[in-house]
């Protein structure tokens, strides 16, 4: 290639890059909120001075305009962090929120699609409120309830650490929608029927012990496989959930069928 052909290349890649579109962008108001605090933060503790273009340029430069390595290797960490966080860490109203963070920046990374190892065999268990969609290797508790009118939520039990200890996913049908502690050991109990191994943990539950405002047993609490209960997620108004399972009501159902 000649020299001369060769400038004209770089000057023409150059051009393209410095080429800019004038487009409107419609942000909503908390991430306005969010560009005026990252540009606010950068001024006072670097002294550096960016325009909301700029930033903006910069977010999709990062999270698109790059290989599809980099998005896999981000996307496994997402993935990562969703497995590992603890439910106890904060409270509940900001753990969900920071769940949801890392499983939204996850499908980001993945054209809404998952890792291709993370998936798994799903089934659908359909009951008179709708239908559910579960991995294959989740366990129902109480499959005897169908068919029974009144049980129409369907619940998740998942124990913080249970891969360390080789506990599978749980899921169940209740009365309402929100579960009292009594239900919730109830249900504990049927858990253990249908999953011997689980009797070795409950009994032996490790609760957090407090003296004067401090927790003395944080490191033994931390690792104990602590039992939580979750509302399966809806079809509409969620994203697909990070192992597949989701809650199709029978509400959704009679709007799809009247169109």
């Avoid at 977010?59 to 390595?69: A, E, H, K, M, Q």
């Avoid at 504990?188 to 003296?211: D, M, Q, R, S």
């Amino acid at each position: 290639m000649a020299i001369g052909e060769y400038q004209g290349k770089v000057m023409d890649m150059k051009g393209k890059k410095d080429l800019k579109h004038k487009i409107s962008v419609d942000l909503r108001e908390e991430n306005v909120e969010a560009l005026k605090e990252y540009k606010d933060a950068l001024m006072r503790e670097a002294r550096m001075r960016k325009t909301t273009t700029q930033t903006i340029n910069e977010c999709v430069s990062l999270l698109l305009d790059t290989s599809d390595n980099f998005k896999k290797d981000l996307a496994k960490i997402c993935l990562q962090k969703l497995q590992n966080t603890l439910p106890t860490n904060f409270h509940e109203e900001d753990r969900t929120c920071e769940l949801r963070k890392w499983q939204d920046l996850y499908y980001f990374l993945t054209n809404e699609r998952g890792l291709a190892e993370n998936e798994k065999e799903l089934k659908r268990i359909d009951f008179q409120n709708g239908y559910i969609i579960v991995p294959s290797d989740w366990i129902f508790i109480n499959p005897n309830e169908i068919e029974n009118k009144s049980y129409l939520y369907p619940h998740i039990i998942e124990f913080r650490n249970g891969e360390k200890y080789n506990l599978p996913h749980f899921f169940l049908l209740a009365k309402s929608a929100q579960l009292k502690s009594y239900q919730k050991d109830n249900f504990l109990e049927l858990a253990c029927e249908k999953y011997p191994p689980l009797k070795e943990f409950t009994p032996l539950a490790v609760h957090g012990i407090n003296e004067n405002g401090k927790a003395l047993n944080c490191e033994v609490w931390e690792k104990w496989p602590e039992p939580d209960f979750f509302p399966f997620p809806k079809v509409r108004g969620y994203r697909k959930s990070i192992m597949g399972e989701s809650w199709i009501p029978k509400s959704l159902l009679e709007e799809l069928n009247a169109d």
